[in-house]
């Protein structure tokens, strides 16, 4: 009997965990609001009710704006009907990728209401932080940890910020999403804090490597959300990829390359019919002159002006030349010489074993920092993670004083986040001797925080990119470049200007800032010398006068666009204009030069 008694206690226990796990939603559902240019949190103040709203970056010029978790498809439904009731045509229900996560250590901080004010710039004390959602839920979190004994050990530091009820907890990563600049609305960013290592438990390497094969890949490279309906699927960046999951390499394996996230073939911009601006005004000049343009000189590029230029571009027997050569025109490379560390890192993900056996001969403190890359992404945080970027930091640094605020190179730094992981990195590059160039892969797998790692370096000079594309994929931008090129005479160009004007380019593309009033005055003075000379120049002759009009056509387009490219990067009319020149001195200015 009492055999009989302890049978259906086991059962009664079995059925009631069964219920709880099954009455416990996981909320592995979101709704993608829709797509839009530089949005706001302020943007949708009115949706708070209905629960958190996030975003993610696209590489394009759009943002990927989300709300919620929620635990069911209906639930996430009836939010849908209620965005498209408000206008929001293009929301949709998306699924986390939860089968493709792993099982993470974190720490939570705090829970809120979708709609509470949250201190974003207190709570970055604790570390970086990520949002766990479930309906009008938001449980903000630090992490990720390596392990629970980590996680445990900084946990005290943590109360200590006044987070009493912080505790230490496992999650699927899928589920977590980074808080950004959007979340927070811009609040200011706490310098990275030093972790000492010594509060860790000892543990024998057995154990370290038994760890690092469970250790979770970063939950940027896991996540996947998938429309329902459907049978694509989106990075957490929005972004399409050909791979159905990304899973995590075994331990003591080299991992295949992830998906990639970004695309460098961007699409030409919409040119505003609304804007008023001089290079409209002097290409109709120009289209005016071929007789094309029938129009006013009133520097709005319109219909009419639209189609004027097609029409000269498709009939003007010099640009029908210049679209040829184009198609064969060498475009600027990113190759380095075989053994190089520039080598190695290019080739990190296409050749892995080589790339790092190339760089572990190397006694460049960037190639101990690659290899720490690698690591991280490849097995996780761990402690030969920690000691390769220190390492690098420390020796970097040791022959040149750091200039970088809030950045303390003589520092213990522990990495449970790929953002900050690659803000240490891009410090390695603007202090390597080597110059190494960061590589298009780089922004293509990681394209958010690659490009806030790196940008205010590029800005700053300090820091080189290679060429990843972008403008060079317009067909205008390829045309006159070979048309300038056309005017540089043999032995006039200069190949050191010529390197530095790309790397002018590659920056203006990924990572623009807007000039000074003295920088934008110089630029326009060029753009007037410039002019000036070719039309002395193309006096001479009927024939240079042909050649000068093309170029015309084509300079004064490809400014049109460079213009309208920063505008939808949120610069203002007056600074779009400046980085458009400033763009078109990169593209052609070597070429030009004579002229001046």
């Known amino acids: 009997m009492k055999y009989l008694i302890r049978f259906f206690s086991l059962a009664f226990l079995a059925l009631m965990t069964a219920t709880a796990t099954a009455q416990e939603d996981v909320p592995e559902y979101t709704v993608q609001i829709g797509n839009f240019v530089n949005p706001k949190p302020s943007d949708f103040t009115q949706l708070q009710s209905l629960g958190f709203v996030y975003a993610t970056k ?27 009731s408000r206008g929001y045509d293009n929301a949709f229900v998306s699924r986390l990728n939860i089968e493709g996560g792993q099982s993470v250590t974190i720490i939570q901080l705090i829970t809120k209401r979708a709609g ?15 949002v766990l959602l479930n309906g009008n839920q938001v449980k903000i979190v630090t992490g990720i940890f390596p392990d629970i004994a980590t996680a445990k050990a900084q946990l005290g530091r943590i109360q200590q910020l006044g987070y009493k009820d912080a505790f230490v907890k496992n999650v699927n990563n899928a589920l977590l999403h980074a808080v950004t ?8 960013k706490k310098p990275l804090i030093p972790l ?3 509060e860790k438990p000892e543990e024998t390497q057995p154990l370290a490597d038994a760890r690092k094969a469970d250790t979770p890949v970063g939950y940027e490279d896991v996540t996947i959300i998938a429309p329902s309906k459907t049978g694509d699927e989106l990075t957490a960046k929005g972004v399409e990829i050909v791979a159905a999951k990304a899973a995590p390499a075994p331990a003591k394996t080299i991992a295949a390359e992830p998906a990639s996230v970004i695309s460098f073939s961007p ?36 219909k009419g002006t639209k189609t004027a230029f097609e029409q000269a571009y498709n009939d003007n027997r010099q640009i029908q030349k210049y679209r040829i050569l184009a198609k064969y025109a060498t475009q600027p490379s990113n190759d380095a010489a075989r053994g ?28 101990k920092a690659y290899r720490a890359y690698f690591l991280f992404v490849r097995d996780g945080a761990s402690r030969d993670v920690n000691t390769l970027m220190n390492d690098a930091l420390k020796t970097v640094f040791s022959s040149k004083k ?19 992981l690659l803000q240490h990195l891009s410090y390695v590059h603007q202090a390597s001797s080597e110059k190494p160039a960061a590589p298009c892969w780089l922004f293509r797998k990681h394209p958010g925080p690659a490009l806030q790692a790196f940008a205010s370096a590029s800005n700053s000079g300090e820091l080189k990119l290679q060429n990843c594309g972008g403008f060079w994929e317009w067909e205008e931008v390829k045309v006159l470049s070979v048309m300038a090129h056309d005017l540089c005479a043999q032995g006039q160009c200069s190949e050191a200007k010529a390197a530095d004007a790309q790397q002018e380019l590659a920056r203006l593309y990924l990572a623009p800032k807007a000039l000074s009033d003295d920088e934008r005055k110089a630029l326009e003075a060029w753009n007037a010398n410039v002019w000036k000379g070719i039309d002395a120049w193309s006096s ?36 779009a204009k400046a980085l458009g020149l400033a763009a078109l001195k990169a593209l052609v200015g070597n070429h030009l030069d004579r002229f001046i």
Do not use: C
Not at 60 to 84: C, H, M, P, Q
Not at 543 to 566: G, P
């Open 540 to 575: 001479r002759d009927p024939m240079l006068t042909e050649v000068a009009t093309a170029l015309k056509i084509s300079y004064f387009q490809t400014e049109v666009l460079f213009e309208d490219f920063f505008m939808d990067e949120g610069f203002n009319e007056r600074e």
């Open 402 to 420: 750091s200039s970088i605020a809030n950045f303390d190179p003589n520092a213990t730094y522990a990495y449970y986040d790929i953002s900050q």
């Open 196 to 198: 000492d290592f010594t």
């Open 181 to 188: 600049e959007f979340e927070t609305g811009g609040a200011a």
């Open 58 to 84: 696209r590489p394009s010029n759009y943002t990927d704006v989300f709300i919620g978790g929620y635990g069911s498809e209906a639930e996430a439904a009836k939010v849908v009907e209620t965005l498209k």
């Open 116 to 130: 509470d004010k949250i201190n974003w710039e207190e709570l970055t004390q604790a570390g970086p932080l990520h």
């Open 267 to 302: 699409n030409i911009p919409n040119i505003r019919a609304g804007v008023k601006r001089t290079s409209a005004i002097e290409l109709q000049k120009v289209l005016k002159s071929e007789g094309v343009y029938k129009g006013s000189l009133d520097g709005f590029y319109g």
């Open 340 to 367: 190089t560390v520039q080598y190695f890192i290019n080739t990190l993900w296409d050749d892995p074993k080589t790339a790092l056996d190339g760089l572990e001969t190397s006694k460049a403190p960037i190639a």
